[in-house]
């Protein structure tokens, strides 16, 4: 088994609930700003940021989005692109602040801690992992719950869970059903999800309602496609 997968099957022996005690405290030197390619935005960051820098959701993914499509969900990503001339991210100050720290993306707000979650017997669980790290020092004692307050997350949680069963649930279907497509049609189909996961919100209205109406939405464009196979084939 490589390395980095011992170090994550290690971590995820080691769960945190929300109100685990864990030690940290940021130095503020700007390091975990550069060089990233592992800062996902969800829908609820996307939404933050647009709402935070005055612009549409479609100018926050073309300026500071990079999408992709995940190696093992098969569900369209959306990760937090770096600068290229230097890799700093967009938003790095030049005193190591960051540019929208009350709306910064839930994986910056976290670090070190990570989010994930698991499925267990068709429900959703979410847990939290503290990420080795040589940065910081360990002079603070924190819970996830405290340490998300600072960032107005406390309700990400529920949040996060409404995200992760939809990209579980459309993971479900693509990772079956994109070895049947040809690859002019995956890339449709993905431009067409992303823009069905991501772009349709009302940054005035409440978010929880419009990603469950959109994961609905993708999910019935996802059975569309299977059946048309199924007829073909
Ligand atoms: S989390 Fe660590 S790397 Fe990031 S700014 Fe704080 S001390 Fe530096
Ligand atoms: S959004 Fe802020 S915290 Fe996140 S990488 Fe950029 S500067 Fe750092």
């Not at 030690?23 to 990233?36: I, P």
């Not at 992709?68 to 937090?80: A, E, H, N, Q």
């Amino acid at each position: 088994m490589d390395e980095r997968l011992k170090m994550i099957e290690e971590l995820l022996k080691h769960p945190l609930g929300p109100d685990d005690v864990f030690k940290f405290r940021c130095k503020q030197c700007g390091g975990c700003c550069r060089d990233r390619n592992d800062i996902l935005l969800s829908p609820f960051d996307l939404c933050r940021i647009a709402k935070a820098l005055d612009k549409t959701i479609s100018e926050v993914l073309s300026d500071y989005g990079h999408l992709y499509v995940g190696d093992t969900s098969k569900v369209p990503l959306i990760s937090l692109k770096m600068r290229d001339d230097n890799g700093k991210c967009h938003f790095l100050r030049e005193d190591n602040k960051c540019g929208i720290h009350s709306s910064k993306p839930a994986v910056c707000a976290l670090f070190p801690l990570g989010r994930s979650a698991s499925k267990k017997d068709g429900k959703t669980e979410i847990f939290y992992i503290l990420q080795p790290t040589e940065c910081g020092d360990r002079d603070e004692t924190h819970t996830p719950r405290e340490w998300m307050g600072e960032f107005n997350l406390e309700e990400s949680e529920d949040w996060f869970f409404i995200w992760q069963g939809i990209v579980f649930e459309i993971s479900e279907h693509t990772r079956k059903l994109l070895p049947k497509l040809p690859e002019s049609v995956v890339n449709e189909m993905m431009i067409g999800m992303a823009n069905i996961l991501y772009m349709r919100y009302h940054l005035d209205k409440p978010l929880p309602p419009q990603v469950k109406e959109n994961g609905i939405l993708a999910l019935k464009m996802l059975k569309m496609i299977e059946d048309m196979l199924s007829h073909a084939g």
